[in-house]
């Protein structure tokens, strides 16, 4: 390939932008050229814009604004704006990221087209393929050609579906490099103060389909966090889509819980480093909790960042489990993560992606894991 490649990102959600920033950043430090595609699966400025700025990403190149609706229909609305936007711009790789249906959508588009991909974070399985975001990863990972993998157990199971050891490359953790960005400017004093919380407090993020999406589901996960709020007073930023669910469930901004709007990535950040204690239903935060050592315990059967158990914070919880489970963890106290930290969660993951996105452009496509199997 020349000189005057083209390489584009595909974001469409708040953890997107946290994995892509360290990638845009690398690449663009290589000297490649990059734009970034925003569908606007997430499509309100407290959900993208300020993520943006607080990452340093560049203005996209596009915007496709899709906004919310169900998969059907916004995935839809993904594949034709996406085949138009890469027919106009006619890229030489596009970079996916995570298990969202813009991440999806992407993926079909590129494959329908000929246009070679590349997925960061690749080979995560939760083995549940009720998740929607499962059934993503397992079709994103069938039809990339390039597999960027965080943890070992990735290897492992795109090993087992079949994926040639000469795609795939263990990378870390470009989440990690964002965080480690911006560990200085993490202070939770200015937050908690400007959302009235007292010094010692808790929060949740609860979004996941099997969680609020049935009234019955939602009521039970509600009636576990009005638990734990008993003990200790707990911070909700909740995602427009799951408010009126989980009001309606009964979970009120009362003396113990304050609900509040999503917060900007440093904001959220700063919060939960000051955090006792963090509920979850979110993969991002089950990471970011073990970096910065706060205790997490994740309202989830199942968990495709098992690496958070074995070496970090993490605790898989059902919503009866919930809030015997945090009145230990309070308890506790602050933890610290068991052993050494997940490997290269070194906060050069994007680096280590923008190289050898780099190399394959110039036509060098062997990963060292193809490497090494040849020379066996």
Request: proline share 8%; charged share 20%.
């Amino acid at each position: 390939m020349g000189d005057n490649v083209l390489v584009l990102h595909v974001l469409g959600a708040r953890p997107n932008f946290v994995k892509a920033a360290p990638v845009v950043r690398a690449l663009g430090e290589l000297g490649v050229r990059q734009g970034i595609i925003h569908t606007g699966q997430h499509y309100d400025a407290l959900m993208s814009d300020v993520f943006f700025a607080d990452l340093g990403l560049p203005d996209p190149v596009a915007n496709l604004g899709v906004g919310s609706g169900s998969h059907a229909r916004q995935t839809a609305a993904l594949l034709v704006g996406l085949e138009d936007t890469f027919q106009e711009h006619d890229p030489d790789l596009v970079v996916v990221y995570g298990d969202v249906n813009s991440t999806l959508a992407a993926i079909l588009v590129c494959a329908k087209l000929g246009i070679k991909t590349a997925h960061v974070e690749a080979g995560l399985r939760s083995f549940d393929r009720s998740m929607p975001e499962e059934v993503n990863r397992v079709v994103t990972d069938s039809l990339s050609d390039l597999l960027f993998a965080t943890s070992p157990d990735a290897l492992s199971h795109l090993a087992a579906e079949g994926v040639p050891a000469s795609k795939v490359h263990l990378v870390g953790n470009p989440m990690i490099d964002s965080l480690f960005s911006a560990l200085p400017s993490l202070d939770p004093a200015p937050v908690v103060a400007r959302l009235g919380l007292p010094e010692r407090y808790a929060v949740a993020t609860l979004h996941r389909p099997a969680n609020v999406d049935t009234p019955e589901a939602a009521r039970e996960l509600v009636s576990a966090v009005l638990d734990v709020a008993r003990q200790i007073p707990l911070v909700v930023p909740i995602h427009p889509r799951g408010r009126t669910r989980l009001a309606e469930a009964g979970l009120v901004d009362g003396p113990s819980v304050r609900v509040v709007d999503p917060l900007g990535y440093v904001d959220f950040l700063s919060l939960v480093r000051g955090a006792a204690l963090v509920v979850t239903d979110s993969g991002g935060v089950q990471e970011e909790t073990t970096m910065l050592g706060v205790p997490c315990l994740t309202v989830r059967p199942n968990t495709e960042r098992p690496v958070t158990i074995t070496h970090g914070t993490n605790r898989l919880v059902t919503p009866a489990l919930l809030p015997a489970a945090a009145e230990k963890a309070l308890a506790d106290g602050a933890v610290t993560p068991s052993g050494e930290l997940p490997p290269l969660w070194d906060g050069a993951a994007g680096p280590r992606i923008a190289r050898v996105i780099s190399a394959w452009l110039k036509g060098d496509n062997l990963s060292p894991a193809a490497q090494g199997a040849r020379s066996e």
